[in-house]
């Protein structure tokens, strides 16, 4: 049996500014993405959303980014590598307290923007995320793509990395994701959206723009992590479309702490049977 988490990025907003409800999102998910403060996010919001997500079952999730609230944390930084460190442990620190208050935990770690872009072939930042989940909680699960540097790194650590893919977004040959600013970074139909989920479930392939078939699970394993986007336009339609599909074909949903393996690497297969 194939099995999975969906996750979302929520918590995006500063002050009066972002949305304020993000319930129907949250409804169609098993993860919520949780803005830290360095990309978006402030106390109340980081609060708010904790108790929305708990609410619900959905599991909370660190997403760390650089200390960059002006780039919404989509500009790369050269930041010295004990810095990141202690910026990500900070980051996790601020949402356990709110996780802990809304009756949850953090329960998974995933980067944002330029830092999970970049986590895939910067060597110091992607030991940087990995150095920050060994001495948060060795046993968090780290969402990721294989065959990148963080990836590799968080294997050698002994950390429990899992495979994600993203159904809104366009890749590269790599398998890697095609930058915002280029043709064909979003995938805004929920139809396609949801054939490109159950075939990245299914088979751990996807078509990069080019057309190619490029496979994005890792090898022997499986995809157990899907992303939606909620600032892609129709993120709620394109998140219930994939869970229905994926439901429809036999695929279980669940939190990533409960798909994770037990032992280092857990990743590689994803999912328990």
């Known amino acids: 049996m194939t099995a999975l988490a969906i996750n979302t990025d929520v918590g995006e907003g500063f002050g009066v500014w972002g949305p304020t409800d993000e319930g129907d999102l949250l409804d169609q998910v098993t993860a919520a993405n949780v803005a830290c403060g360095f990309h978006a996010g402030d106390p109340d919001i980081l609060r708010r959303t904790c108790e929305a997500s708990a609410a619900r079952g959905v599991a909370i999730g660190a997403q760390v980014s650089y200390r960059d609230l002006a780039g919404f944390g989509r500009r790369f930084i050269e930041v010295p590598k004990e810095t990141l460190v202690n910026e990500l442990l900070y980051q996790m620190g ?8 809304a009756g949850s935990r953090v329960s998974y770690l995933k980067a944002h923007g330029a830092l999970y872009n970049a986590a895939a072939h910067h060597p110091g930042h992607a030991e940087a995320i990995v150095e920050a989940v060994t001495l ?14 963080l990836w590799e790194r968080a294997v050698e650590a002994g950390c429990r990395p899992m495979a994600e893919a993203f159904a809104d977004r366009g890749y ?16 805004t139909d929920p139809a396609e959206a949801a054939r490109r989920a159950l075939r990245m479930a299914q088979t751990g392939t996807v078509t990069s723009v080019s057309g190619r078939t490029v496979r994005i699970a890792p090898d022997g394993g499986v995809v157990s992590a899907l992303c939606v986007h909620s600032d892609t336009p129709g ?3 394109i998140a219930a479309a994939v869970r229905t599909s994926l439901a429809a074909a036999g695929v279980v949903v669940s939190t990533p702490a409960d798909l994770i393996s037990p032992g280092p690497g857990a990743g590689l297969p994803g999912a328990r049977p």
């Open 235 to 237: 993120a709620v339609a």
């Open 172 to 187: 590269t040959d790599e398998g890697l994701l095609v930058p915002r600013s280029a043709a064909g970074a979003l995938v």
């Open 136 to 149: 948060y909680d060795r046993e968090l699960p780290l969402l990721c793509q294989p065959r990148t540097v």
């Open 94 to 101: 601020a949402l356990e307290i709110f996780a802990r208050l």
